[in-house]
């Protein structure tokens, strides 16, 4: 009795995605007709996610099971992508793809681990021997706003040093720990 409760929930949410889901409705019609709305969405190109997306689709296999049918593999590439991209939360991105907030966060880091794993190869090659120098280890401490845009750098602490111990000795850090800065 419980099999088939849980299966029809399941099959009322897929139809939900199948109907509903942004990769029914919105995609399809980015593809269409606003490929630059795809490149504001994605921060790629049409042509990019579909590269991406032949890279990594071999090692996003899922199977089927007798309880739910498995989420598309472009699906979970554009759920990932868009969530690395926008930063929207996991609420929102359930509302766009009509997927649970549990199952979102396995896709998106099951995901990412698959990209790195086609891309690094790729793009991240092992250094040669005879390309190793001298190694120093610096920190760099960077604020930023909600725009991306850099307002304040700090460079050359040890790189042993952690994160709050190099924030708390920057000029940022101290100036706001004695209240000197104007914000609110």
């Excluded at 504001?40 to 990594?56: C, G, K, P, R």
């Excluded at 090692?59 to 089927?64: G, I, R, S, Y």
């Excluded at 498995?70 to 609420?91: E, F, Q």
């Excluded at 199952?103 to 880091?109: A, H, P």
Aim: neutral net charge; charged residues 25%; proline residues 3%.
């Amino acid at each position: 009795m419980i099999v088939k409760f849980r299966q029809r929930i399941e099959q009322k949410n897929q139809m939900l995605r199948d109907r509903h889901g942004m990769m029914a409705t919105l995609n399809k019609e980015m593809e269409d007709h606003y490929g630059d709305k795809f490149v504001q969405t994605y921060q790629m190109s049409e042509e990019q996610f579909n590269f991406n997306f032949d890279l990594v689709s071999p090692l996003l296999h899922k199977e089927d099971t007798f309880m739910r049918e498995a989420i598309p593999r472009k699906a979970n590439l554009a759920l990932t992508i868009l969530c690395l991209a926008s930063g929207d939360s996991m609420y929102s991105l359930l509302l766009l793809f009509r997927i649970s907030t549990s199952t979102i966060s396995f896709v998106v880091r099951e995901t990412c681990a698959e990209i790195w794993e086609s891309l690094q190869p790729l793009y991240m090659k092992p250094p040669r021997k005879e390309d190793l120098k001298l190694v120093v280890n610096i920190s760099v401490l960077g604020i930023g706003d909600a725009r991306f845009k850099l307002l304040y750098v700090d460079v050359g602490a040890k790189g042993r040093e952690n994160d709050s111990g190099i924030f708390i000795r920057s000029a940022f850090g101290s100036a706001l720990c004695e209240g000197r800065l104007l914000i609110p």
